[in-house]
């Protein structure tokens, strides 16, 4: 549910902007009305998680999800449809967060990274399925692919009854361990959590803006692809991310984190340059695999690396933070390269991303601390 919200959609926007007669740059606010309020309100559902448990801010936000998702089926035009999008985007707000941070809870040390492997390869799946389908419903019409977001009250229904709550720890320990522990800034503050947080906003300002938003207009308008045929070149992003997600664990546990990130940054690069020199439709299933390769290999390790710098006892907190890091990527991601579409074309778009991705990959280089640091962090949790 945490990735539906876009990965249903995105091959839709051709026809959501010409069905309701607003210009094609104004998609972007698709992606940014409900990303939006994960900036808002992320950081508070992270503090309420930490005091009053995960199941019961969790449980709330699956149904918004839902009920908003399928209302924006109904939407008359693009205004009512943006309301809707921001409801649905305060639904999805803590998902992402709280979702790592249950593993965190219930996985420790090397447990814990191949946990967000597969996490991270279950996503894959997830997203790839999702753009496939929703091009697929997309094609009897607009509006149909938002009632996939109607999944999320079953699944709300099941968490009700079945889901554990993640953290276990006693009451008074975990109160006097929060006493002595350092304060949640200077946790933040520490090491490479404000580099892996600047990271973790560049890869959703790339992906959402230099990639998902306007990827479906390129085919479109140059291959005269339809929305499900652009459903599976986003499809095979997703495939890639999964297989190589599913490894992921192993890889941090060789290579070490500052390797693997710098490494998915210049497979970002490679992608979104190739994208420009496909000759013809078929050869884009190369570089929407390569983006999938750095995904696979970027997520995984990045959540890995900021689990591992948590302090447990404000776990869904911290991660909270780096949950609204991704969604300030999300959300101007598509503002900025909305007004580079606007101003310079479609071709910009692409050589602007990759242009990001290879600064991210220098600043990586050299900022982030060295892999055997990254080891020492995970044996010491351990």
């Keep these: ?32 009305m409900f990303t939006i309020p994960g900036l808002l309100f992320t950081p508070v559902t992270g503090m309420l998680s930490d005091r009053y448990g995960r199941r019961r801010i969790l449980i709330p936000c699956l149904f918004l999800f839902g009920i908003a998702g399928g209302a924006c089926f109904f939407a008359p035009d693009f205004r009512t449809l943006l309301l809707f999008r921001f409801l649905q985007g305060a639904g999805s707000a803590p998902l992402n967060s709280l979702n790592v941070t249950l593993i965190g809870d219930f996985f420790k040390g090397e447990e814990r990274s191949a946990a967000m492997g597969y996490n991270a390869s279950i996503i894959g799946v997830g997203t790839a399925g999702y753009p496939a389908l929703g091009g697929l419903l997309a094609m009897a019409g607009w509006n149909y692919p938002f009632l996939l977001a109607l999944a999320a009250i079953p699944i709300g229904i099941w968490a009700l009854l079945s889901l554990d709550e993640g953290r276990k720890t006693d009451p008074e320990k975990a109160a006097r361990k929060n006493r002595s522990s350092p304060p949640l800034l200077t946790s933040l503050l520490k090491g490479s959590t404000p580099v892996l947080l600047l990271t973790s906003m560049m890869t959703f300002v790339i992906l959402y803006g230099g990639f998902l938003t306007f990827l479906p207009f390129y085919l479109a308008g140059t ?158 949790r351990t």
């Design 1 to 32: 549910m945490s990735v539906l919200g876009v990965a249903s959609i995105a091959p839709a926007f051709p026809g959501i902007t010409s069905a309701l007669g607003v210009p094609k740059s104004d998609a972007a606010w698709l992606i940014s």
């Design 223 to 380: 291959y005269g692809a339809t929305p499900f045929t652009i459903g599976l070149v986003s499809a095979s992003m997703s495939l890639s991310s999964a297989m190589v997600s599913s490894r992921a664990g192993r890889l941090f546990q060789r290579a070490g984190g500052r390797i693997l990130l710098t490494a998915a940054f210049v497979f970002y690069a490679s992608a979104l340059v190739f994208i420009l020199k496909v000759p013809a439709y078929a050869g884009m299933f190369i570089p929407a695999m390569l983006f999938g390769i750095g995904q696979g290999i970027n997520i995984p390790t990045l959540l890995t690396m900021l689990t591992n710098n948590s302090p447990e006892e404000n776990r869904a907190m911290f991660l909270s933070i780096n949950s609204m890091s991704l969604r300030l990527g999300q959300t101007i991601g598509p503002l900025i390269f909305g007004i580079i579409f606007a101003c310079l074309g479609i071709r910009a778009v692409f050589t602007t991303g990759a242009i990001m991705a290879a600064v991210m990959a220098m600043v990586l280089v050299f900022a982030l601390k060295d892999k055997h640091i990254d080891r020492e962090s995970l044996v010491g």
